[in-house]
């Protein structure tokens, strides 16, 4: 026998409500929550759905060609900076075999650091306003501010390629 139901399609809006929801739920199951201490259960469910928020606002894409790849911001105000300025289309350039780098238009806020080894999938400033994207991981005596990291670098550097490239970042 064969079923002509559909499952419904959930939007970004609803899939947060109902995470949300997952977690107070969670929460008040694995709490033990009492009738005596409504406060507290209040003030974690908030908690966590203050958390889940900042979450998703730390979120945003990275694009190549057809393929997307998540990134987190830094909890920085550089990267606060930058997520402002999104959508951004850079047209990258190749350097060293291990990244992309473009030059911003409008310096960012900046506060480098000397990060030692650079992870394949971070996302930094070099000086005030050239964004660098690395696709391979090394040791590095180079100051940089950190602006995101790609969630799951798997394919970054085959997706970037050995040229330039364009690249857009959005929320």
């Not at 809006?13 to 009492?34: I, P, Y």
Request: charged share 20%; hydrophobic share 35%; net charge negative.
């Amino acid at each position: 026998m064969t079923s002509n139901y559909s499952r419904p399609t959930l939007g970004p809006s609803e899939k947060k409500a109902l995470r949300a929801l997952g977690v107070v739920l969670g929460l008040s199951v694995m709490g033990g929550c009492k009738a005596s201490q409504p406060e507290a259960s209040v003030a974690v469910a908030q908690d966590a759905v203050t958390a889940s928020t900042r979450q998703e606002e730390s979120r945003m894409w990275m694009t190549i060609g057809e393929r997307r790849f998540a990134i987190t911001l830094a909890d920085n105000e550089t990267a606060r900076t930058f997520a402002t300025r999104c959508p951004l289309t850079l047209d990258m350039a190749e350097l060293n075999g291990n990244e992309k780098h473009a030059e911003l238009s409008q310096a960012l806020p900046a506060d480098a650091s000397r990060p030692g080894t650079i992870h394949s999938g971070d996302l930094m400033l070099y000086g005030s306003s050239t964004v660098v994207v690395f696709y391979g991981t090394f040791r590095s005596s180079y100051a940089y501010t950190p602006l995101a990291r790609v969630d799951d670098p798997v394919g970054l550097g085959q997706e970037l390629g050995q040229g330039s490239v364009q690249v857009t970042f959005s929320q």
